[in-house]
């Protein structure tokens, strides 16, 4: 009879000792670790640990797609963890689409409840599986398998997918390929695709054309104009990895009899460093201090910040420089296209300047202006 009684205790033992291990809800306040998410202390379990309302309601499909995933991974979804098993809900607006994607970490099994979807996989040996699905068709999609859904009916379509994991994963093909920093010659060496197309992908769907790296200022610019002169920017709106870096860069060609006319930057200071030619530079400084030097290949100059100043070609051939600025976003504002070069009237400018009526008018015509 006690060695009955010792076997049934010991089973009582184990049962309560098993019972913990029936499920490992997610810790989300404790870091993930590629096994997932450590356990949850057993006592502070709850039954809404185990019970989701998250796909009641329909995602957003104001968005380039037209659709949303609602997900309800072990992130979203504490019960699941370690479980193999979650949920997510997929709405698509007519002409949305999931584009072409992977759940690396599980397989997907699709319900649809309404509307009408189209949906398919492509097979490591490139063989195809397309079907149009109704409400309460079912299609399933193996393992890390390229496949896709789209709206095939002209209503708002939803369906419910269930994954083999608690956490598959989800990597859409072109937001991979074209919404992050991964450089353009790169993807173009890796795929099929020209640098023109992947440049236009990148732009659409918010990636980066490279962006801590361009080659913007390799060539020289046209200097076919009226100052005989160009200036290449690498600002932020054009190299955005110096955006918030007090950074950038530009590049200056002037052409024989070229000039940068009298201008300043408001934002910030510029450092010049010719490379090819001679330049002759100067500033005015506050006090009207006239700082003035011919610069030659390897020489820099400094010009502090918001204080006019100019460069010249003072040579026979092109010259070419490089100016270094303390901002990402310096400015630029030449004197006279912005007294000249717009709608500002004339007789404004004539009672702000020591000019006079026809001068002004003159100028105007030249540069463009109006007023």
């Known amino acids: 009879m006690i060695h009955i009684l010792l076997i049934i205790s010991s089973l009582f033992t184990f049962s309560a000792h098993a019972a913990v291990q029936d499920f490992c809800v997610a810790d989300l306040k404790a870091p993930e670790s590629p096994a997932g998410f450590s356990c949850k202390p057993a006592a502070n379990v709850t039954v809404d640990d185990f019970v989701s309302t998250g796909l009641r309601l329909a995602g957003s499909t104001d968005n380039i797609i037209k659709a949303a995933v609602t997900p309800e991974f072990a992130a979203q979804f504490p019960g699941v963890n370690g479980l193999g098993i979650s949920i997510a809900r997929l709405d698509l607006a007519p002409g949305g689409v999931v584009p072409m994607h992977t759940h690396p970490g599980g397989s997907e099994l699709l319900l649809v409840t309404q509307g009408f979807i189209e949906a ?15 409400k309460g068709d079912i299609m399933v999609f193996p393992q890390g398998l390229l496949h896709f859904q789209v709206n095939a009916g002209g209503v708002a379509a939803v369906a419910f997918a269930s994954f083999s994991s608690a956490a598959p994963g989800l990597q859409i093909t072109d937001f991979a390929l074209f919404a992050n920093d991964l450089p353009s010659s790169l993807v173009e060496t890796t795929t099929f695709l020209p640098i023109e197309v992947v440049k ?66 408001p934002g910030g200071s510029k450092l010049l460093l010719v490379t090819q030619g001679v330049i002759r530079a100067g500033f005015i400084s506050s006090a009207n201090k006239v700082c003035i030097k011919t610069l030659k290949k390897g ?25 270094s600025f303390s901002s990402a976003s310096p400015g630029l504002q030449i004197t006279d296209f912005a007294l000249f070069a717009n709608d500002l009237p004339s007789s404004l400018v004539e009672k702000t300047t020591f000019l006079d009526n026809a001068t002004v008018r003159k100028l105007k015509a030249v540069l463009g202006g109006t007023g």
């Open 120 to 134: 398919g996989f492509i097979s490591s040996a490139n063989a195809v599986y397309v079907k149009t699905l109704k």
């Open 200 to 265: 236009k992908l990148k732009a659409v769907l918010g990636g980066s054309v490279d962006d801590f790296v361009s080659s913007s200022l390799n060539f020289a610019a046209n200097t076919s104009n009226i100052i005989n002169a160009a200036v290449t920017p690498a600002f932020s709106a054009q190299l955005p990895g110096v955006n918030g870096l007090e950074i950038s860069i530009s590049r200056l060609d002037l052409a024989p009899n070229g000039v940068i006319p009298m201008h300043t930057h």
């Open 299 to 323: 020489d820099i100059m400094v010009f502090p910040q918001g204080l006019l100043h100019f460069q010249l070609n003072a040579g026979g051939v092109p010259a070419v420089a490089f100016a």
